[in-house]
């Protein structure tokens, strides 16, 4: 069953300016340690960022909160299954959140898909919970 659905879309450029901008301070507060090295690795790291931005904004609007009700930035991180597909770890406030809209006898799913193509970056989430397996 989904209990939650979330979409964003945004200029790379907004991105990059923040970064020629901000740089550290703003990468320190938005984005989780995995999401930096990953991001610095990148030939195209404006992209890179507002990828992972863009899957944060979309996973707060699937946890029906935003980012408010004590949900933050670095709750929520872009990583990668074992087969490079890209999911959610949720952390703090958003993990809180997580668990409270997760039905009963159910554990969560985070669904991601994110993609670029210049200027715009994307990403949708969708949050599923799956019933528990029993015995």
């Known amino acids: 069953?989904?209990?939650?659905?979330?979409?964003?879309?945004?200029?790379?450029?907004?991105?990059e300016q923040t970064l020629e901008r901000h740089g550290e301070r703003f990468t320190a507060r938005v984005f989780t340690e995995i999401e930096q090295a990953r991001s610095d690795?990148?030939?195209?790291?404006?992209?890179?960022?507002?990828?992972?931005?863009a899957a944060k904004e979309a996973c707060a609007k699937a946890l029906g909160t935003g980012l408010s009700r004590g949900v933050f930035w670095r709750d929520?991180?872009?990583?990668?299954?074992?087969?490079?597909?890209?999911?959610?770890?949720l952390t703090g406030g958003a993990l809180a959140r997580l668990e409270a809209i997760?039905?009963?006898?159910?554990?969560?799913?985070?669904?991601?898909?994110?993609?670029?193509d210049h200027p715009l970056a994307q990403a949708f989430v969708v949050i599923e919970a799956r019933p528990l397996r029993e015995g």
């Open 1 to 15: 069953m989904i209990i939650g659905i979330g979409s964003d879309l945004i200029d790379i450029r907004r991105i």
């Open 41 to 53: 690795r990148r030939a195209q790291r404006a992209a890179s960022y507002a990828k992972r931005f």
């Open 76 to 89: 929520m991180g872009v990583v990668n299954l074992p087969g490079g597909a890209p999911t959610m770890a």
């Open 102 to 116: 997760t039905p009963p006898g159910c554990v969560a799913a985070i669904h991601v898909t994110i993609t670029d």
